[in-house]
């Protein structure tokens, strides 16, 4: 759950889970956070959350309302955003962001339609209806699959830049850097392969004609071909380096 | 009369895969070239409920509608003056909702499960999109890639409202909450669209493990390089997703329109009478 941490003077005073849909901060006693000070006014600004989302408000107090340094009427906070009201900082730390894994924000749910109408309520701008603080969330309908357990994607070692550069014909000596996660290469309805750029390398794939590209003088079957730096790669009677970038 | 047959002018390709993370597959795809459909479900649900969910799904809508479709013909009027294509597929998908929720409540395995829907049927030269959820439907035209279905999830309803814009709602805590499913409910609120349909089109059925993984100009890129090789290009959208993470189930159906495709109308019927007429 994403939470307030209330500071002045680089001290801590509180800290302040959002838990509720409207979380107000003013001056005046009836506010969520309370702020006796008298640059703060008395209904300052409002936090709209909605689920692992939250909205801040400036509800046209005479100082304004502060997030980073830029002032803001509204502004959808981000983990570690800093609110600033006069003196008084307000930190934004939206535990999802930091602990969660990141698999547990793939899992699709059904919002049921109790909790779809306050959303949309909310997101009209429409006042809450006033009743008592319901739980924001339903139960979710839908559990995860399991996830496999030490399944992490790889890091992505990211390899050089490559390029291509003909050897032969009108264009020899032309070189392309290959910066396109596809780069297409031939005469379309004729013979054509593509080059893929993936994270741990660069990828020669046929994709159509009755021809196949070769690889240094051999053809590549249908499965792609992994390029290692001046393989000589021939299709449509051109031949072309590919090489690694220094 | 005989059922339409497509496939000489729709090729349709599919490639669904588990991902990177998730060990097992919820997606399911069907894709039928001769009567012009494509299914694609993105299951949720624990254990394997989420595969049955959008397994029966898939299934049930590729087999109900070939039936339905064996003796007329979609382009055709249902009683109530409205065209076959689209009232078989909102009854069609509104029992397939029945049975999954029937499914889902009758046995403890498979409570709570659920799944998205997107469905297109081409005929006479359009395509009836029908949609629940968040997997999406593009079009692919000339250089254009356009999203033709409009998600049913939170994130797409504060776009709605102007709460977020596009770019902060990749930054929301809020992904994948959709806001209408198949089985969790005894019914199901179906949107079904119509689009012309040109010769050239490419169309993309997808699950949210690709538009969330793959930025739209990177898909675009993949159609625009590959169309010539339909089940390369599918497996390579899949890969794009797969390299950037593949943080979920990740499926696409494509579906490249070669030629025209009207509907033939029996020789002599008002319309082709009407046409002469102008001499077109």
Same mark, same amino acid.
């Given at each position: 759950m994403a939470k307030l941490i209330l500071s002045m003077d680089n001290l801590v005073l509180k800290e302040i889970p959002l838990n509720k849909e409207r979380t107000t901060?003013?001056?005046?006693?009836?506010?969520? =956070?309370?702020? %006796?000070?008298?640059?703060?006014?008395?209904?300052?600004?409002?936090?709209?959350? =909605?689920?692992?989302?939250?909205?801040?408000?400036?509800?046209?107090s005479t100082n304004g309302t502060f997030?980073?340094?830029?002032?803001?009427?509204?502004?959808f906070l981000q983990n570690n955003d800093v609110i600033e009201l006069g003196k008084y900082r307000l930190k934004y730390v939206n535990e999802a962001t930091q602990h969660a894994s990141?698999?547990?924000?793939?899992?699709?749910?059904?919002?049921?339609? %109790?909790?779809?109408?306050?959303?949309?309520?909310?997101?009209?701008?429409?006042?809450?209806?006033?009743?008592?603080?319901?739980?924001?969330?339903?139960?979710?309908?839908?559990?995860a699959p399991p996830i496999a357990p030490d399944a992490k994607p790889e890091a992505a070692s990211p390899v050089a830049l490559g390029a291509i550069?003909?050897?032969n014909g009108s264009n020899a000596g032309k070189t392309l850097d290959l910066v396109k996660s596809l780069t297409t290469l031939g005469k379309p309805g004729v013979q054509v392969a593509v080059i893929a750029r993936r994270p741990h390398g660069y990828f020669l794939t046929h994709v159509e004609g009755a021809k196949f590209p070769t690889v240094n003088g051999t053809a590549i079957d249908t499965q792609a071909h992994e390029l290692r730096d001046h393989d000589v790669i021939e299709l449509a009677g051109v031949k072309m380096e590919f090489f690694f970038k220094p | 009369m005989a059922a339409q047959d497509l496939s000489g002018a729709i090729e349709m390709a599919t490639c669904s895969d588990a991902g990177r993370v998730r060990s097992n597959n919820e997606d399911s795809v069907l894709a039928n070239a001769q009567l012009g459909l494509a299914v694609l479900a993105d299951g949720m649900g624990g254990y394997n409920a989420g595969e049955v969910a959008s397994g029966m799904a898939t299934a049930v809508l590729g087999s109900e509608l070939?039936?339905?479709f064996a003796t007329r013909l979609p382009h055709e009027m249902d009683p109530g003056g409205e065209v076959l294509a689209r009232a078989a597929l909102r009854d069609v998908i509104g029992r397939t909702n029945a049975a999954i929720h029937q499914a889902a409540i009758s046995q403890p395995k498979y409570a709570g499960m659920g799944t998205?829907?997107?469905a297109a049927l081409f005929y006479d030269d359009r395509v009836a999109v029908a949609h629940v959820g968040d997997s999406r439907l593009y079009r692919m035209r000339g250089e254009s890639l356009d999203q033709l279905t409009r998600d049913h999830s939170l994130l797409q309803e504060q776009i709605d409202s102007g709460m977020l814009t596009p770019e902060q709602a990749r930054l929301s805590q809020n992904k994948n909450l959709v806001t209408r499913a198949l089985g969790v409910d005894t019914t199901v609120d179906t949107e079904i669209n119509e689009f012309a349909v040109q010769p050239g089109d490419i169309y993309l059925l997808c699950s949210d493990g690709l538009n969330d993984m793959v930025e739209d100009d990177e898909i675009a890129l993949g159609l625009g390089s590959l169309s010539a090789n339909l089940p390369l290009c599918a497996e390579q959208l899949v890969q794009m997703a797969n390299d950037n993470g593949g943080r979920d189930n990740v499926s696409v159906i494509l579906a490249k329109v070669k030629?025209?495709?009207?509907?033939?109308?029996?020789?002599?019927g008002l319309w082709m009478r009407v046409r002469s007429w102008f001499g077109s």
């Open positions: 901060i003013g001056r005046k006693a009836h506010n969520d =956070i309370q702020i %006796d000070n008298l640059a703060i006014s008395g209904e300052h600004a409002v936090i709209v959350t =909605i689920l692992n989302d939250s909205f801040l408000e400036d509800l046209n997030v980073n340094g830029q002032q803001v009427k509204k502004h990141q698999a547990d924000f793939e899992k699709t749910m059904v919002l049921r339609p %109790d909790v779809m109408r306050k959303a949309a309520e909310q997101a009209a701008g429409k006042p809450p209806a006033a009743e008592p603080q319901a739980a924001p969330l339903a139960p979710p309908v839908n559990l550069q003909v050897l | 070939e039936h339905a998205t829907l997107v030629a025209p495709y009207p509907a033939s109308r029996r020789g002599g």
